[in-house]
C-alpha cells in the first residue's frame, strides 16, 4: 500500500506565524511532490511543488522543504494570513501521475 | 478551474440504484482521473484515463466503471449505489504527467 502520512491533522495559528505542515512517503520510486491547497466547496489547486533533486522550494510564502534520505517533505507557510485558511494536501507520485495524497491538514489562521 | 466542469454537483440516491458522474474539459488534456474524498482519508484514486478508451483501476475501483469515449468527457458510473459510497467525487485533468493537475469542484453524491 503506498502512503503519504500528515501531520498535524488541524492546526491553528496567529496571523502573522509561521505554519508548518509535513508530510513522510513509503515509496521510494515517488519523484514528485505537490502540495495542494483546498477552500470548502472547492476543488484542491495546486500550491507549489517539489521535485527530489532540489532541497528547498521557495513561492513567495510558501516554501517546501525536501529530504530525500528521510523520505520527509514539509510546506511552511510563511507570514500566515486569514485568507490562508484552507484544507492542504501533500501529495507524491511516481512520473508526475496518479497522485497519492496524503489525508490532509486544516489550517485555521486566526486574524 | 481550467475549463473542467462536473455534473451533478450533489445527488442523492438510493442504494441499489446505478448513478452516473461526468466530468467535462475543454483543455483538450490527455489525462483524466476519478478520485473520492472522505474524511481522514484525502483523495483517493477510483479510475484513471491516459486516452479515450484507454482506462485503468485506481486504488478505491471496487464498485466502479469508467468510460472515455471523447477526450473532454470522462464518465464515472457507480454499477450499484451502497452507502459506503457516499462522498465527494472529484475529476481532474492533466495535459502530461508532471505537470499540475486540475481539479473541478466536486459532486457530493449521497445513498440513502
Known amino acids: 500500500q503506498q502512503q503519504v502520512k500528515q501531520s498535524p491533522q488541524s492546526l491553528i495559528v496567529q496571523k502573522g506565524g509561521i505554519s508548518i505542515i509535513n508530510c513522510a512517503y513509503e515509496?521510494?520510486?515517488?519523484?514528485?511532490f505537490p502540495w495542494y491547497q483546498q477552500f470548502p466547496g472547492k476543488g484542491p489547486a495546486l500550491l507549489i511543488a517539489i521535485r527530489p533533486d532540489v532541497s528547498e522550494k521557495k513561492e513567495g510564502r510558501f516554501t517546501i522543504s525536501f529530504n530525500k534520505s528521510a523520505k520527509q517533505f514539509s510546506l511552511h507557510i510563511m507570514d500566515s494570513q486569514p485568507g490562508d485558511s484552507a484544507t492542504y494536501f501533500c501529495?507524491?507520485?511516481?512520473?508526475?501521475?496518479?497522485?497519492?495524497f496524503g489525508p490532509g491538514t486544516r489550517l485555521s489562521v486566526l486574524p | 478551474d481550467a475549463g473542467i466542469t462536473q455534473s451533478p454537483r450533489h445527488k442523492v440516491t438510493e442504494t441499489g440504484t446505478p448513478v452516473t458522474l461526468r466530468c467535462h474539459q475543454t483543455e483538450n488534456h490527455r489525462y483524466m482521473y476519478w478520485y473520492r474524498q472522505d474524511p481522514g482519508h484525502g483523495l483517493r484514486l477510483i479510475h484513471y484515463?491516459?486516452?479515450?478508451?484507454?482506462?485503468d483501476k485506481g486504488e478505491v475501483s471496487d464498485g466502479y466503471s469508467v468510460s472515455r469515449s471523447k477526450t473532454e468527457d470522462f464518465l464515472l458510473t457507480l454499477e450499484s449505489a451502497t452507502s459506503s459510497q457516499t462522498s465527494v467525487y472529484f475529476c481532474a485533468s492533466q495535459v502530461e504527467f508532471g505537470t499540475e493537475a486540475f481539479f473541478g469542484q466536486g459532486t457530493r453524491l449521497t445513498v440513502v
Open positions: 484515463s491516459y486516452g479515450v478508451k484507454d482506462t
Open positions: 501529495a507524491a507520485s511516481k512520473g508526475g501521475q496518479n497522485f497519492v
Open positions: 515509496n521510494t520510486a515517488f519523484d514528485y
